[in-house]
């Protein structure tokens, strides 16, 4: 099974057209989505009606969660989330209220957005320095719990990785499509950064050897996804999706 991967559009969905474009050329088997899907100033509703109209496999993220639990004052206070709602139909909401937590593809194949626990868990990354480094084999294993896939799929770090466990299974992280890098206040003050505009996304393909995995990105018209979080009142995004860095 040859199976592409993505995680973390955060509504950007010409970063996206992109991927899918590219997604045309590698004769995929299937496509699946981790989560994260339209939080972001950029095309909220044109990011859901392209997916809706893909056969696509999909998790929730912690950012799709969050628009069915938000509270009034929260919305009044964050123009994004006010993008989100003005933007979204119900239909579309109750699209991303309906996406499972996790995932399995037959029994080979684990897919969730943070870990198995939580959707805001970083399951490879240890952020306490301020960036990220890969934890150790222990701690990412305490993580996975009853988790016994040979290969699993995560989002949510916008950071592509791999890593192999003393367990076998291996752990793939396919990064961000639509946001390279973001700074965050919690659980402490953090960067994750990829340092270039391009979308990242990952294929893996099961060969009678193991998995092929491979982490590929993409450019794109960066400059209109720019145009929008600018007409949005985002600047804040602009060097984030220009340069990949917080």
């Not at 989560?35 to 696509?56: F, H, K, M, W």
């Not at 953090?190 to 998995?211: C, L, P, Q, T």
Request: aromatic fraction near 6%.
């Amino acid at each position: 099974m040859r199976i592409g991967v993505l995680s973390d559009i955060h509504s950007n969905v010409f970063a996206l057209e992109s991927v899918l474009e590219d997604l045309q050329h590698r004769d995929v088997d299937a496509i699946v989505d981790l989560g994260d899907i339209v939080y972001g100033p950029i095309a909220p509703r044109a990011t859901c009606e392209l997916l809706q109209e893909q056969s696509i496999k999909h998790v929730q993220g912690n950012q799709d969660r969050m628009l069915h639990e938000v509270k009034d004052l929260e919305i009044a206070n964050n123009p994004t989330l006010q993008l989100m709602f003005d933007e979204l139909s119900t239909d579309q909401l109750t699209w991303l209220k309906a996406l499972p937590y996790d995932l399995y593809l037959e029994d080979d194949v684990y897919l969730c957005h943070g870990s198995p626990r939580s959707d805001t868990d970083y399951l490879l990354e240890d952020i306490s320095g301020g960036t990220p480094r890969v934890k150790e084999d222990s701690a990412i294993l305490k993580m996975l719990g009853n988790v016994t896939a040979p290969l699993i799929l995560c989002g949510h770090t916008h950071v592509p990785r791999i890593v192999e466990l003393s367990t076998g299974q291996i752990v793939v992280n396919a990064g961000s499509v639509g946001l390279p890098a973001y700074r965050d206040d919690l659980p402490e003050v953090h960067r994750m950064e990829n340092f270039s505009h391009h979308a990242n996304y990952s294929i893996v393909d099961k060969r009678s050897v193991g998995w092929c995995i491979e982490q590929i990105r993409v450019p794109y018209d960066f400059g209109r996804a720019l145009e929008m979080v600018r007409s949005n009142q985002r600047e804040n995004w602009v060097r984030l999706l220009e340069e990949g860095r917080a």
